[in-house]
């Protein structure tokens, strides 16, 4: 194999000729309509944030400035929610890609409440209630969990991206009310949505990202020093899930192309996992049909393809 | 991490242990009935084999049995289509994991023709047909082709399997009929069918699986010193497509158990890669009810967990 | 023909004979369970009163006593929906008969929110939204509009009913939630299900249902005198729903061994209509697998059959 | 009800009003391109033919002219089939509407092989599939059966539609194919498919068509003196059917707007029924989106509405 590896390879000029071959995509998709909020945002960001597990880091453009995390976060309450329950939260929904849209009520109530993964969103309200459940101030210890893995404490909720969640929520309302009616929340519908529609608004930047999602790289280990988060064992499990599961309907292209672990959200973000290696966080907020960003697909598949490293 | 990892491990040991953890598992699951052929192979059977990328093998119980491979063909004839066509058979079928049955008609509808991915048996019959419309006598080049990739010289279908496919093949005939009336199919109904029916009578041990697969380990080079069949990039996206859609409606409780690609046959045998590492079939005609061998997964399940083995 | 007419026969002799032939059912099927309020009810209780468009009546058994309407309050606000907008109301949902269950959201999402047909609670979702457009207090103006069809002063709500349906209204919710996401829903999802779980507690008898369908046997005229609700073509039309799609997903069967225009509720009301003829009301809460009372149905098949009186 | 009723009403003057009134439609629609032999046919071809019990007819237009009646056919075989095994044909299909397009393979799919009624193309195939049990030379005594029942000696198939239905009817062949899988076909797919194309092929005339079906507007005789093929309560049932399932995804708007049993066909055809008036047939090959006759459509709705002659 003469492909160079990411160990001896310079990040940064990798990064550059990644830039430079997708830059052609600028303006191609549309920014996410369906949260008013989020369609405010400049359609033209882009950025990307690479950090190896021994510490190198490589950033450019937009790669430092906050945006939504949107369905990237529910990486992140499945990981809260398997640190108490383990195996046992897919007593309440399943491992398998979904084949339908992340929204679908349709295969919801054909497999009678059970979601499919708990990255589509009806997985990821199961994934809200357990972890009302399990807390007692669910909100705000969500917000330190997720701090406290990338390291970077003043991350927030942006509460004005959330209130816009909620007043055009009305398909995660179906959702979570058919769940109900099914016996697979436990918790108060209104109670549920509110902590999904706000870690849904969790705004980080790139590099926040890709410090945050470092442990699925370091077998689950946040940052050196750190006590681990997950076993080995589950943290392949959950980058397993990621890349079967993490890019809604389009999640075996990405396979095919990308070939690493990662989530997507429809605020443009990405985050993608090479085990042992590295992360890496895009952001641009134009989006394909799929709801996934042009440019940030664009990007990784070149990035894993130049460079030749994919878990393959 | 202290998991040992297959370089400095012995493999026969590996494999004692692992088969000494699945035993238990005997007698659970059902032989596949729908094939009337198929149904009087003795559901005890059980082997497995190892192969190194250096060439070291190991195996045991019945590695060395011929079986039907079943849907593990689906791999071959894709590879072979891809050696004509490359990446212009996607605009015939996609790459998306289908979150339905594998013989699903639904599905196929509703999507106007176009099969999710080339392991569902819609995709497949498209792989027959793109066979049949590029060789001359489609049966026997593709048995010329799949000895060549093992070094195999003697392997072959089994026609009373063949033949017993075709007396049963209704749904497989209704499938390849609506392919056909949505323009997806261009040759003739019956001949697609023959070819397929008999891609799934090929008869292979596991000790031939695993060299057949060794490609996939390989950056796409079949034996030390063959012509490589797939480049590098083509061999990870393949590989990538059987990790997301090899294993029908449970590819992804394999990908987070086990955490390789591969693909499985209702004849009970599976085959796995670990891209760099080694190839591994398995062969135990009880199924579950997803299709898949149970002692089969099982056995690789143990394999990557005992020895922290998996691409993620 | 041979078969005795309506006109020469002894309504109260013909009612007797049915009974007696529908007596073995006694204790078949079960009382509706979704609705804790509902499942209190005896399922023991049995009434028909049978009204012909002479004014003629006759009733047996429970035929005076007050039952949870259920569903058959659709046909009601249909009624009154289309006072306000005659054919209008179908820009927003259809007259096709669903093929599937009353409550189902796979069709809702798969049409992007246009409900089959006024009867499937989608439907009837979107008709309690445009009366609470039209009406000043929706609640107290569709309750004079039913004391009115019917000449009964003193019907009302059953509370206990409307807020039992409201606690565990859970998939009425995502139904109603799932049709504002598609824009079918204009006033307040809360709103619409308080009108939507009122309407269904209405209570009345099945001489009170015979009389406040009469309408439908008459063209549109509520009892001799009052000015006609309906014209005679918007009556047919209105009967040739019920017809199509009155009866869940058990329409068809209705039609065929009926062949009456009519509609069920899960209370185990059941109402029917012969044009220019009769109405007749059933009561029996003991409901078959599709959600329609056995007794009903079985009193409703002999009643035709016995006379020779369907509109086919 | 100052509406004017048939039997004082003149035909002749009937029939010239409500043509004068559809004339505007013509061109609009499609003629079927899905058989190659019927895309041959003008789509300016129109006739219309009523027929009372009384024996009076009154016609116009192309009303003496053949045409290929298509699924029409289908009400001709159930009523042969239940001339055989009456009721017990419903062990093997249902009555319901089937909500989908006529010849959808997802609902046969998912309701495990049980057509949903006789009027989708997988009940059809059923129905064939009996008749071949029942008969010693299906396509000939089928013949007879249909020339017996309307008094037209010469009505005989057109073998170049048979064979164009052939050479295109991939997805009817996918259907019986699936139909064969779940066990509800116990002949030879390809025999079952001949009579099928054939019935299909059958051509009448709006003339034949009237007195044809004749029979289910008399309680089941087809003409004066002739032996009951129905019996009164048969009869009426298949009315009911009709009604409910006989224009595909459009009976809804049939029975709405309509108000007669009746059956479309895709070669522009339609027949309906008035109980105890009469039966009329019309054909104009222009098809809507549902696949029904454009003109045909209209010229039923405006002759019920006209003579204020419903069933409802």
């Known amino acids: ?89 897919w007593e309440r929904m399943g491992v398998e890609p979904s084949g339908t849209a992340f929204n679908s009520l ?14 589509i969103n009806a997985g990821a309200l199961v994934l809200a209630d357990i972890l009302i459940s399990e807390l007692r101030d669910p909100k705000k210890e969500l917000l330190s969990f997720v701090r ?16 816009s969640e909620r007043s055009s929520g009305w398909r995660n309302a179906a959702l979570a009310n058919l769940l109900r009616s099914f016996g697979n929340l436990h918790n108060d519908v209104d109670e549920v949505l509110d902590l999904y529609f706000h870690q849904c608004a969790l705004a980080m930047s790139c590099r926040e990202l890709a410090h ?52 997507s959200g429809i605020g443009g973000g990405i985050v993608a996992i090479h085990p042992d290696r590295f992360t890496v966080a895009t952001w641009s907020p134009r989006l394909n049909a799929k709801g996934n960003s042009v440019m940030g697909m664009a990007t990784l598949e070149r990035l894993t393809t130049l460079s030749g490293l994919s878990i393959f």
């Open 1 to 89: 194999m003469n492909t160079l590896t990411l160990d001896h390879l310079d990040t940064n000029a990798l990064l550059e000729s990644v830039v430079k071959e997708v830059t052609h995509l600028k303006g191609k998709g549309e920014v996410a309509g369906t949260i008013p909020e989020l369609a405010n945002v400049s359609g033209d960001k882009y950025g990307v944030h690479l950090l190896t597990v021994d510490g190198e880091e490589a950033g450019t453009g937009d790669h430092l400035e906050r945006f939504s995390i949107q369905s990237i976060s529910k990486v992140l309450t499945l990981t809260l929610a398997f640190t108490f329950r383990g195996e046992r939260i």
């Open 106 to 119: 349709v295969q919801l109530e054909l497999e009678r409440g059970i979601p499919r993964n708990p990255f």
């Open 148 to 163: 406290a893995l990338g390291n970077c404490p003043d991350v927030t909720y942006d509460q004005r991206v959330a209130e």
């Open 212 to 263: 945050t999602f470092r442990l699925f790289a370091t077998n689950g280990i946040p940052y050196d020093g750190a006590p681990a988060v997950l076993t080995y064992s589950e943290t392949k499990r959950l980058n397993a899930l990621m890349l079967t599961c993490g890019f809604y309907d389009e999640s075996g292209e990405f396979a095919y192309k990308v070939g690493l672990p990662g989530k």
